[in-house]
């Protein structure tokens, strides 16, 4: 059976302004040519390590459209294509083309397909659509079994999540990735997430983390395919700093990662605001590579935190704008004291947001965080942001007889797809980007944090790693401050 597995481009987004996106990161003059784009989808080498261990004999080509094309002449028994929701476009327009090309089989899988059935099974160039994981419950055996025996069935529900879900029985194919083209080598330790923040897919997912051995085989294998082109590692999980006893299971892999000499070991990954709380945690992140956290704070109103299900989890005595503003500082200077990068996440838009555009941009002058991740609020089918908006009538964007539903090239995380005070909310977000990604300003706090880390004494870090961590900084702050952002114009 020959088999093709496609990533599609991120390209049609309006603008080529997808924050990380393949236009952003193409406009950045510190990134090489030859890397193009942050990270690959770990879902094409899963996919295609599940792919070979079903069917040894199979041929199984991976494409990730956005380091490289799809084959002009696609002689291959099935495409299974992978859909986020700002790229269901181009699903719809690969899943014609291959058809057009002789492709017996077009299968759709990921994030848009589970949460948006109702889009996905319009299209009538999609013969099968998988809801959930591929790996939960072996869900892509299945398919792989009812294509190769010409059963017929469209629709396919995975199993969520589950202690036992992840695909163990061999590392993901890194192999048949062109790893030359991406910055970070993605790895994922842990998933699902317990919390419910009304705005995101993975909310209120049964937590699970792979053993030890399984992602120390991962790592050895991704060094493996990789060869001489090292890369730092970005773990995918939602959270690193997870509940008892997975956090303990965490901080045992993190602690023990197999180093690979020669190597960047050092990783950035994602965790909540009660990080700055677990100090066994930061002191084994520090000591085991960590460059940077991810902390999505996204907002510095209590109204709008309310809003989108998250000042439940903020301590009691925090219920003030002001209060807010001084426990989030508390946290970044915590894991700052680390030596440790945080990448703040906030969100403009929010309803009910009653924080101005200024706190933002002097709060991030305050901490002095080298590379805020700004977006505006971009409610996405399989959220309950999604479906109250629709309901309501105040999404804009709507395509209401066609196949996708929705424009979802405007759904780019710098656009306004809520009808309530889009165009203000979107002046606001320029002069906000811009402000914070001055040039000079942006510098500056970078020095500010090389200066921290060089005079921490507690954790032992050369200034070389001081650099390093600064450098990557560098390189979003780049990303942010590329053409895209200084030169547009706010509304
Ligand atoms: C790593 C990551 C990134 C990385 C790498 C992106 C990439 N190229 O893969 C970076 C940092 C670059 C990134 C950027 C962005 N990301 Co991101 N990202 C993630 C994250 C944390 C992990 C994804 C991952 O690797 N998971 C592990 C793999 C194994 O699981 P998976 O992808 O879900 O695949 C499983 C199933 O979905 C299914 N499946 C997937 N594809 C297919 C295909 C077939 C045929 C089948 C059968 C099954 C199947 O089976 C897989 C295995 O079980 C997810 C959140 C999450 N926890 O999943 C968000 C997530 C994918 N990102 C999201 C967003 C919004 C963005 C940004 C727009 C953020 C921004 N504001 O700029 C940008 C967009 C850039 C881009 N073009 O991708 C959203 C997407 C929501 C949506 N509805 O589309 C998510 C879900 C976060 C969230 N909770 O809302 N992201
Ligand atoms: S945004 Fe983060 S904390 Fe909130 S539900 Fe999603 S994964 Fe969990």
Same mark, same amino acid.
């Given at each position: 059976?020959?088999?093709?597995?496609?990533?599609?481009?991120?390209?049609?987004?309006?603008?080529?302004?997808?924050?990380?996106?393949?236009?952003? @990161?193409?406009?950045?003059?510190?990134?090489?040519?030859?890397?193009?784009?942050?990270?690959?989808?770990?879902?094409?080498? #899963?996919?295609?390590?599940?792919?070979?261990?079903?069917?040894?004999?199979?041929?199984?080509?991976?494409?990730?459209?956005?380091?490289?094309?799809?084959?002009?002449?696609?002689?291959?028994?099935? %495409?299974?294509?992978?859909?986020?929701?700002?790229?269901?476009?181009?699903?719809?327009? #690969?899943?014609? #083309?291959?058809?057009?090309?002789?492709?017996?089989?077009?299968?759709?899988?990921?994030?848009?397909?589970?949460?948006?059935?109702?889009?996905?099974?319009?299209? %009538?160039?999609?013969?099968?659509?998988?809801?959930?994981?591929?790996?939960?419950?072996?869900?892509?055996?299945?398919?792989?079994?009812?294509?190769?025996?010409?059963?017929?069935?469209?629709?396919?529900?995975?199993?969520?999540?589950?202690?036992?879900?992840?695909?163990?029985?061999?590392?993901?194919?890194?192999?048949?990735?062109?790893?030359?083209?991406?910055?970070?080598?993605?790895?994922?330790?842990?998933?699902?997430?317990?919390?419910?923040?009304?705005?995101?897919?993975?909310?209120?997912?049964?937590?699970?983390?792979?053993?030890?051995?399984?992602?120390?085989?991962?790592?050895?294998?991704?060094?493996? %395919?990789?060869?001489?082109?090292?890369?730092?590692? +970005? +773990?995918?999980?939602?959270?690193?700093?997870?509940?008892?006893?997975?956090?303990?299971? @965490?901080?045992?892999?993190?602690?023990?990662?197999?180093?690979?000499?020669?190597?960047?070991?050092?990783?950035?990954?994602?965790?909540?605001?009660?990080?700055?709380?677990?100090?066994?945690?930061?002191?084994?992140?520090?000591?085991?590579?960590?460059?940077?956290?991810?902390?999505?704070?996204?907002?510095?109103? @209590?109204?709008?935190?309310?809003?989108?299900?998250?000042?439940?989890?903020?301590?009691?005595?925090?219920?003030?704008?002001?209060?807010?503003?001084?426990?989030?500082?508390?946290?970044?200077?915590?894991?700052?004291?680390?030596?440790?990068?945080?990448?703040?996440?906030?969100?403009?838009?929010?309803?009910?947001?009653?924080?101005?555009?200024?706190?933002?941009?002097?709060?991030?002058?305050?901490?002095?965080?080298?590379?805020?991740?700004?977006?505006?609020?971009?409610?996405?089918?399989?959220?309950?942001?999604?479906?109250?908006?629709?309901?309501?009538?105040?999404?804009?964007?709507?395509?209401?007889?066609?196949?996708?539903?929705?424009?979802?090239?405007?759904?780019?995380?710098?656009?306004?797809?809520?009808?309530?005070?889009?165009?203000?909310?979107?002046?606001?977000?320029?002069?906000?980007?811009?402000?914070?990604?001055?040039?000079?300003?942006?510098?500056?706090?970078?020095?500010?944090?090389?200066?921290?880390?060089?005079?921490?004494?507690?954790?032992?870090?050369?200034?070389?790693? %001081?650099?390093?961590?600064?450098?990557?900084?560098?390189?979003?702050?780049?990303?942010?401050?590329?053409?895209?952002?200084?030169?547009?114009?706010?509304?």
């Amino acid at each position: 059976m020959r088999v093709l597995i496609v990533a599609p481009s991120d390209r049609g987004v309006r603008d080529h302004k997808l924050f990380w996106g393949y236009d952003y @990161i193409r406009q950045i003059e510190s990134v090489p040519a030859a890397n193009p784009y942050p990270t690959y989808p770990l879902s094409l080498p #899963l996919l295609g390590a599940m792919t070979k261990h079903h069917i040894p004999d199979a041929h199984v080509v991976l494409i990730d459209e956005n380091v490289d094309q799809v084959p002009a002449e696609a002689d291959f028994d099935v %495409a299974a294509i992978s859909a986020t929701t700002f790229v269901a476009p181009r699903v719809y327009e #690969l899943a014609g #083309l291959l058809k057009s090309h002789g492709v017996r089989e077009v299968v759709v899988g990921g994030v848009h397909a589970t949460h948006f059935l109702e889009e996905v099974q319009k299209c %009538a160039w999609v013969d099968r659509i998988i809801l959930g994981r591929a790996d939960g419950g072996r869900t892509w055996f299945k398919v792989l079994d009812d294509i190769r025996e010409g059963r017929r069935n469209r629709v396919y529900g995975g199993a969520v999540c589950g202690p036992s879900s992840f695909f163990t029985d061999c590392p993901p194919a890194f192999g048949l990735l062109k790893l030359d083209g991406y910055m970070y080598r993605n790895l994922q330790i842990s998933r699902g997430c317990p919390y419910a923040c009304t705005f995101c897919v993975d909310r209120c997912t049964p937590e699970a983390v792979k053993p030890r051995e399984v992602v120390f085989r991962e790592v050895e294998a991704l060094r493996a %395919a990789e060869g001489d082109n090292h890369r730092s590692l +970005f +773990f995918v999980d939602n959270l690193l700093d997870r509940s008892e006893p997975l956090l303990h299971a @965490i901080m045992d892999i993190l602690s023990n990662l197999p180093r690979a000499s020669g190597a960047d070991n050092r990783w950035t990954g994602q965790a909540s605001w009660d990080v700055a709380g677990k100090e066994d945690f930061l002191t084994v992140a520090a000591t085991s590579g960590a460059r940077a956290l991810l902390i999505g704070f996204e907002s510095l109103s @209590i109204k709008a935190l309310r809003r989108i299900g998250k000042a439940r989890r903020l301590p009691p005595s925090v219920e003030t704008n002001i209060q807010l503003k001084a426990f989030c500082r508390q946290v970044i200077s915590r894991v700052q004291s680390y030596g440790i990068e945080v990448v703040p996440s906030f969100m403009m838009g929010i309803p009910g947001d009653d924080s101005s555009p200024d706190d933002l941009i002097d709060f991030v002058e305050d901490t002095g965080v080298c590379t805020p991740h700004i977006t505006i609020w971009t409610p996405l089918p399989g959220t309950p942001d999604f479906d109250g908006l629709r309901k309501g009538d105040g999404l804009l964007y709507m395509n209401p007889n066609g196949v996708p539903l929705y424009d979802w090239s405007k759904f780019d995380f710098s656009t306004p797809v809520c009808r309530d005070n889009a165009s203000e909310v979107e002046a606001n977000y320029w002069r906000v980007l811009q402000s914070v990604y001055e040039r000079k300003k942006a510098l500056r706090r970078v020095h500010r944090f090389v200066s921290m880390v060089e005079r921490l004494p507690a954790i032992k870090r050369s200034p070389g790693e %001081a650099v390093s961590s600064a450098l990557l900084a560098m390189n979003f702050n780049d990303m942010a401050y590329s053409p895209g952002v200084r030169n547009k114009k706010p509304p």
